[in-house]
DNA sequence: GTCTATAGACCGATAGAC
DNA sequence: GTCTATCGGTCTATAGAC
């Protein structure tokens, strides 16, 4: 990828590149939307082609199997959790960006953008974890966040009884809470309310205070 | 079905009628184990008859789908939970009363005998709501939980902020909290071990008292 | 001999793959 | 746009109870 100002010529392989990087993406952002509003299994790649507008063939040139599909959509969500961590400011306190996370991926999910996988399907579990992408986005954002947990835990802010992995599975479980779509479905809160709420049982818990 | 003391003729029909209760069950087990391990969509009809040790077209005598399987695994485990709530001591304070329903949520979990269904699939959440069984039993246990949220916090040891339906759900929720599943992924705890994890969490909350 | 229930082949539709 | 596998659901011949 040596590059000199003498060598214009680089933009028209660019342009070849750029259309099928734009095809891709709008085929990424189809498959998340689907996920997200469906799930995995009842998601069928008829209804990825339709909603892209191409042909399903066309879609195995880009990716060779459904499961491929959904891996690059939790790519996908993954970078912009990656965005969105390095967004925050660098001199926030752990727990502040800790509930900053929480709340962007709860409201992703009411935004019907987080994309939803079965938690047990084999095939799926192995496209992800061979996939140098997303593992390595996973492990950087559990690294971030197990810095910040263990962070706040030292500083007294979050519970230093609780091992920093349950507080980690815990959050990412608010990702995927069904709670928001039934407090969404009982049509008595608006979205921000919902995030509230969901917030306030998440760190403060039931019990009274 | 008038009988007299005189017809002891009664035993015949009553014996068969037993054996059929009896496949009856085994096939409801079965189902709810298969659904609990592998969830409604990669759980196949063949699998379940194979599980009972009988035909497929058997089933089908029982059942007229598998929609209605599994709606029958979801009585079954909604008549378990009534049967938990009957044998709660009826003095005992309302907090109590809740916290011992969701460890027995968490407890069935982890024991591979909680039935996990698609939130979306619109053909089964068909089948449930026009299972008056499924409904009677939903409703009354949410009336039942719904009392004593109400109590608790008239009591001030839940939250009064929260709104009683965001608590309920809440609770609904944890009876298939994928943290449970991952904490034993993780191999570093126990079952009592992840259940106290969890009930914190979800009751004390992540921020520190 | 009749009748019920079973076993297992079979069908049609759907969806993933190419 | 075709191929093939899978799966929900059905059909039929048969075995066994009475």
Redesign the interface.
């Known amino acids: 990828m040596t590059e000199t100002a003498l060598a214009p010529v680089r933009t028209k392989p660019s342009f070849k590149a750029q259309m099928l990087q734009a095809r891709e993406d709008a085929i990424i952002a189809a498959v998340n939307r689907l996920l997200a509003e469906?799930?995995f299994?009842?998601m069928t790649v008829d209804e990825v082609a339709a909603e892209v507008g191409i042909a399903k063939a066309s879609l195995y040139k880009h990716f060779p199997s459904k499961e491929d599909l959904a891996c690059a959509a939790m790519v996908r969500v993954m970078r912009r959790a990656q965005a969105f961590l390095a967004s925050l400011p660098a001199d926030g306190r752990p727990?502040e960006q800790i509930k900053a996370v929480a709340r962007w991926t709860m409201e992703l999910q009411l935004a019907g953008e987080m994309p939803s996988l079965?938690?047990?399907?084999s095939s799926l579990r192995a496209t992800l974890m061979n996939s140098a992408d997303y593992m390595n986005g996973l492990i950087e954002i559990s690294d971030r966040l197990g810095r910040w947990i263990e962070a706040a835990q030292s500083e007294?802010?979050?519970?230093?009884?609780?091992?920093p992995?349950?507080?980690l599975?815990?959050l990412?479980?608010r990702a995927?809470?069904?709670?928001l779509?039934?407090?969404k479905a009982?049509g008595?809160?608006s979205d921000a309310q919902i995030i509230e709420?969901?917030m306030?049982?998440?760190?403060?818990?039931?019990?009274?205070?």
Chains 1, 2 share one sequence.
């Open positions: 469906k799930g299994d009842a727990l079965p938690s047990q399907n007294g802010s979050i519970n230093p009884a609780l091992p992995l349950a507080v599975y815990t990412y479980a995927c809470d069904p709670v779509e039934f407090l009982s008595q809160f709420l969901v306030s049982t998440c760190f403060e818990g039931l019990e009274a205070r």
